[in-house]
């Protein structure tokens, strides 16, 4: 590509501020907070008009995301992890309004902060967190530390002195693998748009439409969902017991 259209290509920079001495950046945080405004007002308007009768369409929407995902983690997890399935809906409907919000032309006014490293390290370090808490909670701190650094179960000893490294180094990639992959896919999509953006008009205006379409209905939609399927995944990773294993295939039962 052309150094003069190279110059013309954005992505990437950010509206910098200032806060206690600490470089921020505000085009991020405030794409960040309509996002969740949007969220939090699609629950409001929801709890609005939530009834026990005949649902509406948007009630019907998010009770069939909602049970898929309450069936997946109770499958997954097991039934001790009910909590988890409002983190993983809203994860799942955040993601996607952050990565619409790119979709929006505001003339790189409100860009989607899933294109921000900073945001998609955020979500993942929340998430991580949160299984590696759950994992001590529910297994104690020697069963933690045997499911998620001394497996597989049934080995001599000291194969475990060579395979606890690698069990780190998994255990390291996980919050690494969810932020860059998001990250990744979300960076690129935005890097479409502005190449786009410097097509002839009459190029641009096809091209445009047609990825706006394609990204928004495909690549921001199984983005979010693959974030909020690897929530359920790596739980279930860390929280893995006999006896769900033995429960597990008699819930799947209809």
Not at 11 to 28: A, N
Not at 138 to 158: A, S, V
Not at 163 to 177: H, T
Request: with cysteine.
């Amino acid at each position: 590509m052309r150094p003069e259209v190279l110059a013309q290509i954005q992505v990437g920079q950010h509206w910098v501020g200032s806060l206690f001495g600490e470089q921020i950046y505000l085009d991020t945080l405030i794409s960040s907070a309509v996002a969740f405004c949007i969220v939090l007002g699609m629950g409001m308007y929801l709890r609005s008009r939530i009834t026990s009768g005949v649902p509406g369409r948007f009630q019907t929407m998010i009770e069939l995301v909602w049970s898929t995902v309450d069936d997946y983690v109770n499958r997954m997890v097991g039934p001790f992890a009910r909590w988890v399935v409002p983190l993983v809906v809203v994860l799942f409907f955040y993601i996607l309004v952050s990565n619409w919000l790119e979709l929006i032309p505001t003339g790189d006014r409100l860009t989607s902060p899933t294109a921000d490293v900073n945001q998609t390290a955020a979500l993942a370090i929340i998430v991580i967190v949160l299984v590696h808490v759950t994992s001590i909670r529910r297994k104690g701190f020697m069963g933690y530390l045997k499911i998620n650094y001394l497996h597989p179960e049934g080995m001599p000893w000291f194969f475990y002195i060579l395979l606890a490294p690698i069990n780190i180094i998994a255990q390291v990639s996980y919050p690494i693998s969810l932020t860059l992959r998001l990250f990744g896919n979300m960076f690129a999509a935005a890097l479409m748009l502005q190449i786009i953006a410097i097509l002839p008009i009459y190029l641009g205006f096809v091209f445009n439409g047609v990825w706006k379409l394609f990204e928004g209905l495909f690549v921001d939609v199984i983005q979010a969902f693959i974030f909020a399927l690897l929530t359920v995944i790596y739980l279930s990773m860390a929280t893995m017991s006999e006896e769900h294993e033995a429960v597990q295939p008699a819930t799947s039962q209809p």
